[in-house]
């Protein structure tokens, strides 16, 4: 990591503020701001500015899913959260700086972006964009269906919430608050007051849901610092609370001077219910992360696995990648089926959760890519000693760089892994047509399993273990998982080489350092007999003596100073024979050794 991006930790903090760039949730505009426990107060007591943004009727007809929230809170308690949120417009966190701005307030709480889908039979689905909270409203309340005809499939991709988009949406389909609660904030550990903290979910009750989490890791790449910095002011400009953080890899030796690689924690959503207004059609709605429009996607960004079109093809696929990560998920959802022909072939379930999960899958690949290089850089630093140390804090940088990797790919694995145990079968379970009564219900082989068939009821028998229709991606995420295991053990393992290769370092320059004191003290004891005969003579007030007193000291005084030096040698455990080979020698403390005569 080039010194260039190492944090200034030197400069003063004013007391009671917290420096802006600690945190994923000390996130507002500007250096400093005010403790945010000041602001909205702890877990344990509400501060007095919470008055300040409450809304008084929360049985108006305007907001009833904000007032069926305010009614769960007090059993649900993390819900107080998710309705604090709502009626800010944004996290809490932003209030000081957002109630002095009303036009402000009011951009946030009516941000509307979402893209409607609706898969009628034998036709193709088409891809209706939303950009105002009033045209959702109006498409909701225009959705119908024909009891002749069978109940269409309907999708909503929503980047970013706001108060109007969790109003709409969870009023019309009964959501569970829960669904919106999970993907305003992220945060890997929570301190010990706030207010953000989430307790784990029962797995019994996750298996329930009909919804499902994904959490995962996009990279970005900046030309610049300034352009990093851009990115993360815009990150401001979003509802959820999210933070592009650099990743203090930068590699001096390649990398181009200035450039950063920012690392942002993703969350993605995905709700699979009926639509009971309309024929219990199916209806899935999948929350997605804002992009920064600053930088580059890291590479070539993700992979296409759209099958590769023959030399005799007349149309192209207009898939246009990386534009960002709510319009390639769309694209991809609209592209659906990949690797079937879409005509004469049934559109089931699978479209809502498929294309997303696909694309989590390929942006987890370029990451592990990334990682792996970032650790092969270091490694090749150890193989060229020489290079290796040519800069004076070479090592220490290498240390720090790994200390990146040690904190966040234990997260990474994390990651895989709840994708693996809890959602993918979650998909499977909410896409899956519903399954055909058992007259002969399966009991749990153990009541402890929780991987056994459960049981619903007397009557339905539901495998919540199954990832039917998923078969193909669980390869590719035991595959990262496989990689993440990897990369974690080569972690480790240059964690220990390159805190041997410090341990090295500093012997090698106590060791010059002590070669360097025995040097000084061999002088200061050369001069210490000339100090003395010179103090001697120094007694004799005649001037015109002088001339012979010359003489007479280096006479007396060279002699007495060999005496001295050859007296200091024996005690040091020199010999008064050094060219005797039968003699011992002692060199040094590293890499010496004692010869002793033979018997």
């Given at each position: ?471 193909d991606i669980v390869p590719d995420f035991r595959r990262v998982l ?100 039968d003699s011992t020698t002692q060199i040094g403390m590293i890499g ?8």
């Amino acid at each position: 990591m080039s010194t260039d991006y190492e944090m200034d930790d030197n400069k003063p903090v004013k007391r009671g503020t917290i420096h802006g760039l600690w945190s994923a949730k000390h996130i507002p505009d500007g250096t400093d701001f005010p403790d945010p426990y000041e602001v909205i107060g702890d877990v344990y007591e509400r501060s007095q500015a919470a008055d300040e943004w409450e809304i008084l009727d929360p049985k108006s007809k305007s907001l009833p899913y904000l007032a069926h929230i305010k009614s769960l809170s007090t059993s649900w308690r993390t819900l107080r959260q998710l309705a604090d949120w709502m009626q800010v417009g944004t996290t809490p966190l932003r209030w000081r700086e957002i109630k002095e701005d009303p036009e402000e307030r009011q951009r946030r709480v009516n941000k509307t972006n979402v893209t409607f889908i609706e898969y009628q039979p034998a036709s193709k689905p088409k891809a209706i964009p939303i950009k105002t909270h009033s045209a959702l409203r109006e498409t909701l309340q225009s959705l119908s269906h024909e009891r002749m005809k069978e109940a269409p499939q309907r999708l909503f991709i929503v980047e970013d919430l706001s108060q109007q988009v969790v109003e709409l949406l969870g009023e019309r389909f009964d959501i569970d608050p829960l669904f919106f609660r999970e993907q305003i904030e992220d945060y890997v550990w929570y301190n010990t007051r706030d207010q953000c903290a989430m307790p784990p979910s029962l797995v019994s009750n996750m298996k329930r849901r009909q919804w499902f989490r994904m959490r995962s890791i996009r990279l970005r790449y900046h030309k610049t610092k300034q352009e990093f910095e851009n990115s993360r002011q815009e990150a401001n400009q979003w509802n959820v609370l999210r933070r592009p953080d650099n990743d203090e890899n930068h590699w001096h030796y390649q990398d181009s001077e200035g450039s950063v690689v920012s690392i942002i924690r993703t969350r993605t959503m995905v709700w699979i219910g009926k639509d009971k207004k309309c024929g219990n059609g199916t209806v899935g709605i999948v929350l997605l992360d804002p992009t920064v429009s600053q930088g580059q996607p890291l590479w070539y960004d993700r992979s296409n696995w759209l099958p590769m079109p023959k030399i005799n093809t007349t149309v192209y696929p207009s898939i246009k990648s990386s534009v960002s990560w709510f319009e390639d998920i769309v694209q991809m959802t609209t592209a659906f089926p990949w690797f079937e022909q879409t005509e004469g072939h049934e559109i089931n379930a699978q479209v809502l959760a498929k294309p997303t999960i696909y694309t989590i899958c390929a942006e987890w690949l370029v990451v592990c890519d990334y990682v792996k290089a970032r650790l092969s850089q270091i490694e090749w630093e150890l193989e060229m000693p020489r290079l290796f140390r040519s800069k004076g804090d070479a090592i220490d940088t290498s240390l720090r760089r790994l200390h990146t990797w040690r904190r966040q790919i234990p997260v990474f694995r994390e990651m895989i892994t709840e994708t693996l145990e809890h959602a993918l079968p979650a998909a499977a379970r909410l896409t899956t047509p519903s399954p055909r009564p058992s007259t002969t219900p399966s009991a749990p082989s153990s009541p402890l399993s929780y991987t056994a068939r459960s049981v619903l009821s007397d009557e339905v028998v539901i495998n919540f273990d199954s990832v039917e229709g998923f078969e193909d991606i669980v390869p590719d995420f035991r595959r990262v998982l496989a990689a993440v295991n990897v990369l974690q053990e080569r972690v480790d393992r240059l964690t220990s080489i390159v805190t041997s290769e410090i341990s090295i370092e500093d012997s090698r320059r106590g060791l010059e350092e002590n070669h360097n004191m025995a040097r000084i003290t061999w002088l200061a004891t050369i001069f210490i007999p000339l100090t003395f005969i010179s103090g001697l003579y120094s007694m004799n007030e005649s001037v015109s003596a002088l001339r012979t007193t010359y003489g007479w000291y280096f006479l007396t005084a060279v002699p007495f100073t060999l005496i001295v030096m050859t007296i200091g040698w024996v005690a040091g455990g020199g010999s008064l024979t050094p060219w005797r080979k039968d003699s011992t020698t002692q060199i040094g403390m590293i890499g010496g050794r004692d010869k002793k005569k033979t018997k």
